[in-house]
T-cell receptor
Framework: GAVVSQHPSRVICKSGTSVKIECRSL??????MFWYRQFPKKSLMLMAT?????????EQGVEKDKFLINHASLTLSTLTVTSAHPEDSSFYIC?????????????FGPGTRLTVL | KQEVTQIPAALSVPEGENLVLNCSFT??????LQWFRQDPGKGLTSLLL?????REQTSGRLNASLDKSSGRSTLYIAASQPGDSATYLC???????????FGSGTQLTVLP
């Protein structure tokens, strides 16, 4: 299957700092990427849909000024957690839709563990 | 509201057993359905993709079926191995442009 990478895999930061997470589709182009958040022993919660060249679409309850998404190219989307606080600590996972596959299969990155002290 | 339910929530079996994981969804008008596995602290690995026009897909020891009319999908794992231990998630999509809708997952433990 196609490969999606995320960087960094783990980040620890102080409260009040901003953290940027990158999501890359390595061997295909993705006009649409998705950002999820996962709490321990819970399923994935969709935060936003990232569209190349346009504004992201945020799910209800997700603060767009808090979680800035940029999808500037067909292989890269970034999520910036601004002024992070301990409650933002979570596992963040991105996925990318490969429209080149039959059925628009989605592939996931390995995730980024964010810990805010 | 589209809901996805996975039963059982957790399953523990001895190595070598064949097993079935169940997924049900409330809206049968799906575009496709994917099964994933997630290892602790890791991202999701796509296992199988079934399109709405298909009834099943097979990959190695895995077989996934889809019954749209009843809103159900099953993942069959043959001759289970300890390496199959993970959380398995099913996720339908309701159009080519829509995001996945995830179930809560089945946590599988295969005992050596």
């Amino acid at each position: 299957g196609a490969v999606v990478s995320q960087h960094p895999s783990r980040v620890i930061c102080k409260s009040g700092t901003s953290v940027k997470i990158e999501c890359r589709s390595l061997d295909f182009q993705a006009t649409t990427m998705f950002w999820y958040r996962q709490f321990p022993k819970k399923s994935l919660m969709l935060m936003a849909t990232s569209n190349e060249g346009s504004k992201a679409t945020y799910e209800q309850g997700v603060e767009k000024d808090k979680f800035l998404i940029n999808h500037a190219s067909l292989t890269l989307s970034t999520l910036t957690v601004t002024s992070a606080h301990p409650e933002d600590s979570s596992f963040y996972i991105c996925s990318a839709r490969d429209t080149g596959t039959s059925g628009n299969e989605q592939f996931f990155g390995p995730g980024t563990r964010l810990t805010v002290l | 509201k589209q809901e996805v339910t996975q039963i059982p929530a957790a399953l523990s079996v001895p190595e070598g057993e064949n097993l079935v994981l169940n997924c049900s969804f409330t809206d049968s008008a799906i575009y496709n359905l994917q099964w994933f596995r997630q290892d602790p602290g890791k991202g999701l690995t796509s296992l199988l993709l079934i399109q709405s026009s298909q009834r099943e897909q097979t990959s190695g020891r895995l077989n996934a079926s889809l019954d749209k009319s009843s809103g159900r999908s099953t993942l069959y794992i043959a001759a289970s191995q300890p390496g199959d231990s993970a959380t398995y998630l099913c996720a339908p999509t309701y159009s080519s442009a829509r995001q996945l809708t995830f179930g809560s997952g089945t946590q599988l433990t295969v005992l050596p």
